[in-house]
């Protein structure tokens, strides 16, 4: 027996934690038992610690294998329980653990010393003398060491720790690492370069994927150099992964959506925000974020040819990607970063099964001098127009408050534009007529589909068709209008395409979607007279008995629309007489 004290009198079958030290294989055989039994408050002031820590150096110098892995998991154990005693230590230690680290020891023993040490340079951070006597000489011959280890030991597991403890520690001493970077980056590439015919280890390629995403933090010269290569491996990646997924294959080939499509969420979901990480280089975080929007556009073009290949198979994944671009086209990205977030969107409802729709209003907003600046903001006009207000519109859990603003919406571009300047819309003079025939065809395809009554948007769709002087063929439309293939829908209620053509008032759900969209009305100051001189009542009347008619017969006894009225009185064929839907300038 060594005295009394909690070492001395703790019993483990008869024998003391002291007693059970007296050798280096007694050490070897009960440091397992000694780790289980010793707590915060055996490390208390007391005349049996300085016993304690000479037995644990001792136990480092042995000449036994087993003696030196006994004392480095007894040091290890008492750094955790007690700092003061590593504070103390540390540097004693250190002198014998380090040029372990380059012998030929057994790979128990490098574990143990690598974990010692670990715990050594991160547990006393907040301690400047510590940090200047023991960590800032020690930590880059300790990297330096470790970089060795990699090369040379053949142990999976060790290289594990390794990487491991590299990521913990480059954070903590970035500076430190800053000489070391081009080795760390050739390391940590290795294992993520692919392995062949066997796949790198799952372990190993994760530690050193997190190892790699802490260089850029040591802030050296060719950490710039790295994220435009960085950029430009990723672009290469997808291209290679977009024309696999395009190529032709003899036999069956089974296909990870599943990974595939986490890789592309989780390239849209990078954010550039400002936030800038403690002992991060600014100009390096400048650089990142510059770079964020390209990140997008290789999400988008990823995601884009995996819906062409396995359409339907991604539909578990649309409603997180609808969303995720949802929020991006929400912050209002410049035109050049829309139109990839468009193109995906409509790939996916053109492929994939349709989701619930998700609105971009904010592409139609017509207050500037000119709609369209630039050609890219022409393209991004009229692939909303498709994706948003056409696959959409085609959407059967589309609410139908939704489409009743969608088609109202239309109709207030159809009967604005032949009123607006080619000038106006987009130096392209071109633009003009092509957004014309694609609003025009739309609103036929609201009137040629079964959720509303066709009989109610005929004569608005035959008033508009000749409405930009045209000579178009709807020779076939309008016989598909007097004579349905399909018969409408039976419903209780009336249809929501017959809300936007006569005298109703909007819900309250439409109202607080029309007004959260941006969409506002004016009011005229008296309706319009669609009749001539024969009585402004009287056409009120006939319209509203529209409603009530849904036989082309009793469309042919009222006065028919004309385009001349429609160029006349616009407003007349929206919700109310006297409203119209303008599109609000935020």
Known sequence: MLGSGPFANRDMGGVTVFNSLATDSLATTHVLFILNTLTNEYFQPSSHLSKWTTRISSLLHAKDPGGRWAGLVLAHKTSSCSRNIMIEFAQNWLGVVLPMLSRNEPTPNLKAAIRLVRIIFSAATDVSEYQRQVSTPNVPKFTASLLGLVDKHPSVELKVLVLSTLTRLIPLYPSMHKASHTSLSSISLRFLSGSSPHPTNTNLLKAASKLYATLHLTGAKSAILTIPLNLDRLRSAVTVLSDLLQSSAQRLVQLPIGPLSKFGIDLLRCTNDNKILLNANPEIHAMEVAVVPDIWKYGC???????????????????????????????????????????????????????????????????????????????????????????????????????????????????????????????????????????????????????????????????????????????????????????????????????????????????????????????????????????????????????QSSNLDSIQNQNPITPQSISQAPSAFLSKPEHTIQILQP
């Open 301 to 547: 073009d990823l995601i884009i040819s995996l819906a062409k290949c396995v359409k339907q198979h991604l539909t578990p994944y649309i409603s997180r990607i609808v969303s995720i671009i949802s929020f991006h086209l929400e912050q209002k990205p410049q035109s050049l970063m829309r139109l990839p977030f468009l193109k995906t969107l409509e790939v996916i409802f053109v492929y994939c099964i349709q989701m619930r729709g998700y609105e971009g209003d904010e592409v139609f907003r017509i207050g500037r001098e000119i709609i369209c600046p630039t050609v890219c903001d022409g393209d991004v006009l009229l692939k909303s127009l498709k994706v948003i207000l056409r696959h959409l519109q085609r959407n059967p859990e589309l609410p139908p408050a939704m489409v009743s603003i969608s088609s109202r919406v239309l109709l207030s571009i159809l009967l604005s534009l032949p009123q607006l300047a080619p000038g106006s819309i987009s130096r392209d003079l071109s633009l003009h007529s092509k957004l014309l025939q694609k609003v025009q065809a739309m609103v036929i395809d609201l009137g040629a589909g079964t959720r509303g009554a066709m009989s109610e948007s005929l004569g608005l769709i035959m008033g508009v068709i000749n409405v930009d002087g045209g000579t178009n063929n709807y020779q076939h439309t309008t016989e598909l209008l007097l004579h349905p293939r399909v018969p409408p829908l039976v419903r209780s209620l009336p249809h929501v395409g017959s809300l936007s053509l006569f005298h109703l008032e909007e819900s309250q759900e439409e109202t607080e979607a029309r007004e959260k969209m941006g969409l506002g009305v004016y009011v005229q100051a008296s309706p319009i007279n669609l009749m001539g001189d024969e009585g402004e009542a009287r056409g009120e009347q006939q319209i509203l008995q529209q409603k």
